[in-house]
């Protein structure tokens, strides 16, 4: 019985794990309901930190992609939040995980979208390959709901490449939200419609796009080539294309083309399947049941600028808007077309150059969106008749003319400052400004100014109504965003990037470094805070009480690219404020190594760590760091813990230094200063290994440890040489000592 039972069990156990798996495969992870409102209206969708109603919440930290994703293991990089209450109380350590998963992607531009009471992402896929192994190159879009109640074992849509743009955007009138997202192998834009599982290829074969920075806007710009009549060959899936382009906008609620045609017997029918179509775009050569020998098309996007050329005589099925009369003459305003470039979408306003394919001659133009949506719909907009005119004298680019032409305006008579790393937007008097950083590392504001055209032409002078130099000598600045009345940009250090700000609206006399004397017209840095720059660019939250917060991804030596949060300066002077008290007390601190070395490097660690329990650590007989501090080195380093103690007063004075710089006292408060948290805070859960490790790396920099008690020493070969013989004798002894018994009384046996 005992036998079978052996034989029995291990097929049970395999039938109970099997069961199980299957059972873990389905429904929903769910875990106890998180307390507290979670009602209210959101700000800030689609960044790594998002503020709903009375909490906010927060991708804990730079998380690994290849990290154990298993669901409830995730510490860093999960989905945590705080109250709003806990933020402005300065208690961050107050924070709650709602979703144990790794919110790991490579599209920098997209992160937490919260719809309703429910919160959508993208995960690193869990599931095993057929060899055992998680492949994490791969990348699920999911939700949990925002009380971390539930939260989807399976996903609404994979793919294989992490760097994915993505989108969630809500249809206003459903409530459905769909996931936008770019399939950059196959040149495809998709829709997923969450609510009811339909996936909808928006486009195939686009040439560019552009997504807006407003992550819930739901319209995509994408350019498309135009193939040439009976070019298409089934056996290389292809056809000729011609050398300008075609400019397309669509919704991410789209589901079928606005483009109809009619079949052979002139019933109105589908793009893809029209007479003309079909005529023209199907290999004659391929077999007829050859599924292939049509060629494949999908674009459900309305044509905005049809970049065709006078030299084309005829039209093809994809120029919607060729007059049907009069076809020699297409209205084409270039003889080779046009080609676009996307800059820039914001505030609706679409910034783009227009090219013209024979000559090379560019402009930059705004395209109006409201006022192109109004032609539209009325019937007026002609795709062809939309571009604008570019003329080109020979003599130089400054002579260069263009003209508006309905939504378009130009801009730029180039793209050399006026680019996609320049940042866009309308003045109170509607004039387009763009501001940028030129060869020289100066950040220039240019605002456009037409009103002095001729003939409906502009030339160089004409678009630059006023150029202003905001701030001179920023080499390697990035200008990252506009928020109040800030501009925000960052420049690139030795562990992170640098963030500072500059009010960007005032007048040219507002910058003149001879004359202003208000510091919110100077560039000034954030302290020497160091933000990751592989990561989500820093962001600001404004509270309903006005309250501003910083969120960034702090790239410090110590600090683990986990999440920091300061309260945002009201002003620049505010800014440069912090900034000096932050040089007084690295200051205090320097004045303490002249001769207090060891002191001076344990106030450092006591900086960064806010250990109040250094004192005890460093005096401890069974710690590494026993004896290795004078009474004076504790002291002094007592004193930089709680300067305001009569002790410390004593201290400092005997030694002639000066704490003043660690706090300040304001009737009966003091605030101090002497902790880097005091000036910006770690945010979230530390996972404890890497607390661990971080804990480490930080008192083996600052705190002096008795050489014959530092760490364990790994294994080397010199100690394996010692005692892998040794083993191997013992090993042999015991061996020798059973068998050799053995041999004897089998021998007695025979």
């Not at 709602?98 to 992160?111: A, F, H, M």
């Not at 339909?198 to 080539?225: C, F, Q």
């Not at 309305?302 to 007059?323: I, Y």
């Amino acid at each position: 019985m005992l036998k079978k039972l052996r034989k029995i069990l291990p097929v049970l156990l395999i039938l109970v794990l099997a069961f199980a798996a299957l059972a873990g495969c389905s429904g929903n992870y769910t875990s106890p309901a998180l307390s507290g409102d979670i009602s209210g209206s959101v700000s800030s969708n689609g960044g790594f930190v998002v503020q709903k109603g009375e909490y906010v919440y927060f991708i804990n930290g730079v998380g690994d992609q290849s990290a154990d994703n298993t669901y409830g293991n995730a510490v860093k990089g999960s989905l945590q939040r705080i109250s709003v209450t806990d933020l402005a109380a300065g208690d961050y350590s107050a924070t709650e995980t709602v979703v144990p998963l790794l919110l790991v992607s490579q599209d920098y531009t997209s992160g937490v979208y919260i719809y309703g009471d429910t919160v959508y992402y993208a995960t690193p896929n869990v599931i095993k390959n057929m060899d055992g192994e998680v492949d994490t190159s791969y990348l699920d879009f999911k939700s949990s709901k925002l009380d971390g109640s539930e939260t989807m074992r399976d996903y609404y849509v994979q793919v294989s490449d992490s760097s994915t743009v993505y989108r969630y955007v809500q249809e206003p009138e459903s409530g459905d939200v769909y996931l936008v997202y770019v399939d950059s192998t196959n040149t495809e834009i998709h829709s997923y419609n969450t609510a009811t599982g339909e996936n909808t290829t928006l486009v195939k074969g686009y040439a560019s796009y552009v997504m807006p920075r407003d992550a819930e806007e739901p319209t995509i710009y994408y350019t498309m080539s135009v193939t040439q009549k009976d070019t298409y060959s089934a056996s290389s899936g292809s056809g000729t294309t011609y050398s300008y382009q075609q400019l397309y906008t669509v919704s991410a609620f789209t589901d079928k083309c606005p483009y109809t045609g009619t079949d052979a017997d002139g019933n109105e029918v589908a793009f893809t399947e029209s007479e003309e179509y079909l005529a023209h775009y199907t290999d004659k050569d391929a077999a007829e049941d050859d599924e292939d020998r049509v060629m494949e098309y999908i674009n459900l996007g309305t044509l905005v600028l049809d970049g065709v050329g006078v030299n084309q005589r005829e039209s093809t099925p994809f120029n919607h808007d060729w007059p049907e009369t009069n076809s020699a003459n297409n209205g084409a305003k270039s003889l080779g077309g046009f080609t676009y470039a996307f800059l820039n979408y914001s505030d609706g306003s679409l910034y783009l150059t227009v090219s013209k394919v024979t000559e090379g001659t560019s402009f930059v133009y705004r395209l109006d969106e409201a006022a192109y949506r109004a032609a539209a719909e009325a019937g007026t907009w002609d795709s062809i008749a939309a571009n604008p005119t570019i003329q080109e004298n020979g003599s130089g680019s400054g002579d260069d003319t263009a003209s508006s032409s309905a939504a378009l305006s130009p801009v730029a008579i180039s793209s050399g400052n006026a680019t996609s790393s320049a940042l866009y937007y309308r003045n109170e008097s509607s004039a387009v400004v763009y501001i940028y950083v030129d060869s020289n590392g100066n950040i220039v504001r240019n605002t456009v100014d037409a009103s002095t055209e001729t003939d409906g032409t502009f030339t160089h002078t004409d678009l630059i109504g006023e150029s202003v130099t905001l701030a001179r000598a920023q080499t390697d600045a990035t200008l990252q965003y506009m928020q109040g009345d800030y501009l925000y940009y960052s420049i690139a250090g030795d562990s992170g990037n640098g963030l500072y700000r500059i009010r960007y609206n005032g007048t040219a006399d507002d910058y003149n470094i001879l004359t202003s004397q208000s510091e919110d017209y100077k560039a000034t840095r954030y302290l020497a805070l160091a933000y990751n720059s592989s990561w989500y660019t820093p962001e600001v939250l404004t509270m309903e009480d006005g309250t501003e917060y910083l969120f960034f991804a702090n790239a410090g030596t110590y600090a683990g690219n986990y999440v920091y949060v300061m309260a945002n300066p009201a002003d620049n002077a505010a800014l440069k404020e912090l900034n000096d008290r932050w040089e007084d007390v690295q200051s205090v601190i320097t004045d303490l190594s002249d001769d207090f070395s060891n002191a001076s490097q344990a106030a450092e660690y006591y900086f960064y760590s806010a250990d109040a329990d250094l004192i005890t650590l460093l005096t401890d007989e069974d710690e590494a760091y026993y004896e290795n501090y004078t009474q004076e080195d504790l002291d002094l380093i007592a004193a930089f813990m709680n300067p305001t103690t009569e002790d410390a007063k004593s201290t400092i004075a005997a030694y002639r230094l000066d704490f003043s710089a660690l706090y300040e006292e304001s009737g009966e408060t003091t605030v101090f200063w002497n902790t880097e948290s005091a000036f910006y805070s770690l945010l979230g859960t530390v996972d404890e290994d890497e607390e661990e490790s971080l804990s480490d790396s930080l008192k083996g920099a600052y705190l002096q440890s008795t050489a014959e008690e530092e760490a364990d020493e790994p294994w080397t070969w010199q100690w394996a040489a010692i005692f892998v013989p040794v083993g191997v004798v013992v090993i042999v002894g015991v061996v020798l000592a059973i068998v050799l018994p053995r041999r004897r009384r089998h021998g007695v046996r025979k």
